[in-house]
Each structure stands twice: as C-alpha cells, then as structure tokens.
T-cell receptor, first 115, second 117 residues
Framework: GAGVSQSPSNKVTEKGKDVELRCDPISGHTALYWYRQSLGQGLEFLIYFQGNSAPDKSGLPSDRFSAERTGGSVSTLTIQRTQQEDSAVYLC?????????????FGQGTRLTVV | QQQVKQSPQSLIVQKGGISIINCAYENTAFDYFPWYQQFPGKGPALLIAIRPDVSEKKEGRFTISFNKSAKQFSLHIMDSQPGDSATYFCAASTPRGYGGSQGNLIFGKGTKLSVKP
C-alpha cells in the first residue's frame, strides 16, 4: 500500500478482554513505532522496532502490553485484560530508519474503547 | 526518561497573525527536531524539521528557530490561516547507538492551534 495501514480503525471491547491491533508499515521501512494518544493528549511512546535489533520497549505502561513484529514488516500490539484507562487512539508509524532524521509516516490509528 | 516540553497547550490566533509554539529539551544528544501537524481524526504528518547545525529553517509560511545553547526550538507560522487550525507536535530523536537508544522519536504533548477568521 501507499501508506501505513492500521486495523481495525475502531475497536470496542469489554473490560478484561484481550485485543490485538495491527500495523502494516510502508514497504521497505525498517523502523516501526507505536504511540498512544488519549483524548486531547500528546503522543505517548510505547515501543520502537528498528530492523533486527531488540525493540525499545521502555514506553510500555504495564506487562499487559506487548508487541511483536514478524518478518521485519507487520506489527501487532496486544493488550491483555483490557482496562478502561486503555481507551485511546493507538498510532503506528514507520520510517526508513537508515539514519536519524528520516520522516516517520503515521497511520490513521485504531480507536480503542474499553467498556 | 528523555523529555520534550511543549508550550502553550492551546493557542488562539487571528487570521493573518503569527502563531508561535515553543519546545524545550534536556538531552543534548538529540540531533533531529521535527514538527508534526495533526488534523482531527488523522495521524500526524511531518511539517518541517531541523538539525542542530543550523539556527533557522524556513519552508513557506513555516519557520523553525533553533537555539542550541538554550536547548529550545520553536515553530513560527506566519500569516496564519483558518486551515492551519490543528494540533502541532514538536519531537526530538537521538542517533542510533547513543546510550543504547535506537534512534527513538519522542514527542511533546502538543499545542492545539485555532486560527479565527
């Protein structure tokens, strides 16, 4: 595809259920980022993948959150035992990652609502 | 935790006026400073970016001013238009390999700009 694709665009889930959010980065982009944006808030860093290096997981808020990136392409963010405070827009971005300063392209995000 | 502090949280400007958004950072290893623009319901998009080896970069009505010694940078929008109404985020990143970092991109909390006609 031409841009970063995220699915689903909207997800409503019951408290306590697990959810999986998917990100398809731009083809050839080695860097992939996940951010969380709560209503009216900034972009909270969650996790960063760069090529085959170990991911930077320093932003994951709890052990209920995990992410993986298969084959250096598609990434899945998993939230286990969802809580109401997990409700937010989850944004994925990718970049060429060849050097610092390459543009990060964002997807439209997945709006997660935990009821 | 690396931080980028952004102000103001919200800004109202009259059409034709100058919008100014400021950011400050702590980590002197940051070496790339982009600004992103986000419209409601959309993901952020790169607006303009600067490296610390220059003090100013201009693209059309948008200018970044960078003060390395003060560890501050700002976005100036000249002749602000209602179509500029959006949320603006500053960001910063470190080189890959610095302090174990892999070149992560850290954002400020954003500024909601409203340009009144």
């Amino acid at each position: 595809g031409a841009g970063v694709s995220q699915s689903p665009s909207n997800k409503v889930t019951e408290k306590g259920k697990d959810v999986e959010l998917r990100c398809d980065p731009i083809s050839g982009h080695t860097a992939l980022y996940w951010y969380r944006q709560s209503l009216g808030q900034g972009l909270e860093f969650l996790i960063y993948f760069q090529g085959n290096s170990a991911p930077d997981k320093s932003g994951l808020p709890s052990d209920r959150f995990s992410a993986e990136r298969t084959g250096g392409s598609v990434s899945t963010l998993t939230i286990q035992r969802t809580q109401q405070e997990d409700s937010a827009v989850y944004l994925c971005a990718s970049s060429l990652g060849l050097s610092v300063g390459t543009e990060a392209f964002f997807g439209q995000g997945t709006r997660l609502t935990v009821v | 935790q690396q931080q980028v502090k952004q102000s103001p949280q919200s800004l109202i400007v009259q059409k034709g006026g100058i919008s100014i958004i400021n950011c400050a950072y702590e980590n002197t290893a940051f070496d790339y400073f982009p600004w992103y623009q986000q419209f409601p319901g959309k993901g952020p998009a790169l607006l303009i970016a600067i490296r610390p080896d220059v003090s100013e970069k201009k693209e059309g009505r948008f200018t970044i001013s960078f003060n390395k010694s003060a560890k501050q940078f700002s976005l100036h929008i000249m002749d602000s238009q209602p179509g500029d109404s959006a949320t603006y985020f500053c960001a910063a990143s470190t080189p890959r390999g610095y302090g174990g970092s892999q070149g992560n991109l850290i954002f400020g909390k954003g500024t909601k700009l409203s340009v009144k006609p």
